[in-house]
């Protein structure tokens, strides 16, 4: 009998084991707004996203980087951070704003989980709007699967969840997987809200906040499932995100 692939959900990225990462493919998930952003920012042209975990940080990278080459963006409560070129509304890295550029990215809670997930063999960066190109990977992929969400300061979201029950459903419909607890919870998750996305998208905490904030259209661009058929993917020294794949087989959304 074929030896069954772990896949495992792990709904904040604290809970992701590090010696569980280092033999699996990471997939992290932060739908509103980070891995959303870092798809748009790529597919716009820019030539690498670098996540840094701390404002100070990312600002001292980015001085360090030949000026006029590289964008800062970020955000902290939602809001861009003064002094800084990009907030991190996906909409923004337009191929105006950031073709040819290095993005220098520091957020609330998905760079942090980037950063957490290097380690992995390899580690991949999902939303909405790359899930059949995440999925073409992952189809071709041997090894156990960790789909890490970011959550929000340490709180589970509802949007991180939905998405990474929708890989749970491609995963399980490849056939012999084994899922932890956490991925038969996300897999019931999208089961009730994969069918009314941008609702749910509305309905959880980080939608409340970005409606409140007035970013609206963030929320309906986090909502549009396969946009782009590319895969960021990080890469070791320095850690930087690169388009590591590109193209679909067909669309694998199933709502
Ligand atoms: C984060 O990483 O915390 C976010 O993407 C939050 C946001 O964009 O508001």
């Not at 909502?223 to 794949?245: M, S």
């Amino acid at each position: 009998m074929a030896e069954e692939r772990d896949v495992y959900v792990y709904l904040l990225p604290e809970l992701a084991p590090p010696e569980q990462l280092r033999q699996a493919v990471a997939v992290v998930v932060d739908v509103l707004r980070a891995t959303t952003s870092i798809v748009h920012a790529l597919a716009a042209g820019c030539t690498a996203v670098l996540p840094c975990a701390e404002v100070d940080e990312a600002r001292t990278l980015s001085g360090s980087l030949p000026a006029g080459r590289v964008l800062l963006a970020g955000e902290r409560g939602g809001l861009p951070v003064p002094g800084f070129d990009l907030g991190n509304s996906p909409r923004r890295f337009t191929p105006r704003a950031c073709r040819g550029l290095s993005v220098v990215l520091t957020t609330t809670n998905g760079t942090r989980a980037l950063v957490r997930c290097a380690s992995a063999a390899r580690t991949l960066v999902a939303a909405f709007v790359n899930y059949s190109a995440v999925c073409e990977q992952l189809r071709h992929e041997t090894r156990p699967v960790c789909i890490v969400c970011a959550g929000t300061e340490g709180d589970v979201t509802l949007e991180d969840t939905l998405l990474a029950g929708a890989l749970v459903d491609f995963l399980y419909d490849l056939g012999g997987v084994r899922l932890n607890d956490g991925a038969r919870l996300a897999w019931d998750c999208f089961d009730t809200h994969g069918c009314c996305l941008q609702g749910a998208l509305e309905l959880s905490q980080g939608g409340r906040n970005l409606k409140g904030l007035g970013f609206e259209e963030d929320i309906q661009a986090a909502a549009k499932v396969d946009e782009f058929a590319l895969v960021p993917e990080l890469r070791p020294g320095p850690l930087r995100v690169e388009v590591g794949a590109v193209g679909i087989a067909k669309s694998y959304w199933t709502k």
